[in-house]
């Protein structure tokens, strides 16, 4: 079946250093979109980015990513990580939306 | 002002006893989603449904009921209750306007049930 796996459940990095979130994925459907969502604290979580284009950077808000479909990847990328960008962050494909399980993300000063 | 919006915020019920979830979307949007977040899960899907009297089951449905009686209000109904089912659900709506469903989420309902 679909599933959907990031790896890490908990990256911490400091300020100004760059930062990546993992997410691959297995999937029977040959036409797929991705999405990273991102919950705040105490908030719902909300769209980040989303791609159904293979190997096109999709950018919005200072992070990236690229779906990958030869390496079934979409990590999320920002160059240079801001302490308001720690928070929940999930991956999900699409049809019934496949959600991973969450990594949180902490921004140290 | 939220378009997606949930009723109660948060709830403490008795085990064996009837829970009712509510979730109302200005969005106009057909598909509408329950899920449960609890740590180390992630989101799950519970229900879903494509329009006004359509629920489809999610991933993890037992123990949960919906109902869709409108194009605006998607419910999801406890008749039993159990400790297990203690979590924080979202509903969510879905714009299909990208070709893939685009979730906006209302901000969450806490329940424990006791």
């Known amino acids: 079946g679909d599933s959907v796996t990031q790896t890490e459940g908990l990256v911490t990095v400091t300020e100004g250093l760059p930062v990546k979130l993992n997410c691959t994925y297995q999937t029977t459907y040959l036409t797929i979109a991705f999405f990273w969502y991102v919950q705040y604290l105490n908030e719902a979580p909300q769209v980040l980015l989303r791609?159904?284009?293979?190997?096109k950077r999709t950018e919005h808000q200072g992070f990236h990513a690229t779906l990958h479909k030869s390496s079934s990847s979409f990590h999320l990328q920002k160059s240079s990580a801001q302490l308001s960008d720690s928070a929940l962050y999930y991956c999900a494909l699409n049809n019934r939306i496949f959600f991973g399980d969450g990594t949180q993300l902490v921004v140290k000063p | 002002e939220a378009a997606v919006t949930q009723s109660p915020r948060n709830k403490v019920a008795v085990t064996g006893g009837k829970v009712t979830l509510s979730c109302n979307q200005t969005?106009?949007?057909?598909?509408m989603y329950w899920y449960r977040q609890d740590t180390g899960h992630g989101l799950r899907l519970i229900h879903y449904s494509y329009g006004a009297g359509s629920t489809e089951k999610g991933d993890i449905p037992d123990g949960y009921k919906a109902s869709r009686p409108s194009q605006e209000n998607f419910s999801l109904i406890l008749e039993l209750a159990t400790p297990s089912q203690t979590s924080v659900y979202f509903c969510?709506?879905?714009?299909?306007?990208?070709?893939?469903?685009?979730?906006?989420f209302g901000a969450g309902t806490r329940l424990s049930v006791l």
């Open positions: 969005n106009n949007h057909n598909n």
């Open positions: 969510a709506s879905g714009d299909a306007n990208w070709g893939w469903d685009t979730l906006y």
């Open positions: 791609s159904s284009t293979d190997n």
